[in-house]
T-cell receptor, first 114, second 114 residues
């Protein structure tokens, strides 16, 4: 157990559906992240929240909408996705949100868009 | 932007043998991290090595860093079946504008044969 919990573990959705991914960390960290992992590609950082404020948005399409109601919870709302959005979505947290510290990852949500 | 590159892309060895994976990067760094990912799961942090360090150990893991060659290696000694996983390196980029973005390689897939 890494202290970061993601739900659901698997999700299949049609292109017109709306769904949400949930992430919760029990580590008292101040920063939370959403990453996208596609086959044979490096991890892609999508969003960073530090002390509940969004500090990074790596040109992610608006069909992905993050929400961070407090430092322990992070959501990724999905709407009108495309088949190429099928991937493993990973949530992570770190103490201070800098690149000088290690990340703690959840187990991910394997998303399939039909 | 910079991208870490792991080498080889895939490695298959017998249980008990040593496994060596390499990571190269392109710009100057403050630190480099290694992570392990079991199939379809989240990443687990292994070791962080700073730019002023040359070698670091953790159990059966040994990481070296050569900043003159912009490369790092991860050695797993006396491999076990449980070491079967993908291994990723990640670097910060102290020239980048972001304090939050690690630069990830595409990973080395390690298979330990019993």
């Amino acid at each position: 157990e890494t202290g970061v919990t993601q739900t659901p573990r698997h999700l299949v959705m049609g292109m017109t559906n709306k769904k949400s991914l949930k992430c919760e960390q029990h580590l008292g960290h101040n920063a939370m992240y959403w990453y996208k992992q596609s086959a044979k590609k490096p991890l892609e950082l999508m969003f960073v929240y530090n002390f509940k404020e969004q500090t990074e948005n790596n040109s992610v399409p608006s069909r992905f909408s993050p929400e961070c109601p407090n430092s322990s919870h992070l959501f990724l709302h999905l709407h009108t996705l495309q088949p190429e959005d099928s991937a493993l979505y990973l949530c992570a947290s770190s103490q201070e949100g800098t690149t000088n510290e290690k990340l703690f990852f959840g187990s991910g949500t394997q998303l399939s868009v039909l | 932007s910079q991208q870490g590159e792991e080498d080889p892309q895939a490695l298959s060895i017998q249980e008990g043998e040593n496994a060596t994976m390499n990571c190269s990067y392109k710009t100057s760094i403050n630190n480099l991290q290694w992570y392990r990912q079991n199939s379809g799961r989240g990443l687990v942090h292994l070791i962080l090595i700073r730019s002023n360090e040359r070698e670091k150990h953790s159990g059966r893991l040994r990481v070296t860093l050569d900043t003159s060659k912009k490369s790092s290696s991860l050695l797993i000694t006396a491999s076990r079946a449980a070491d079967t996983a993908s291994y990723f390196c990640a670097t910060d980029d102290n020239h980048a504008g972001s304090n939050y973005q690690l630069i990830w390689g595409a990973g080395t897939k390690l298979i330990i044969k019993p």
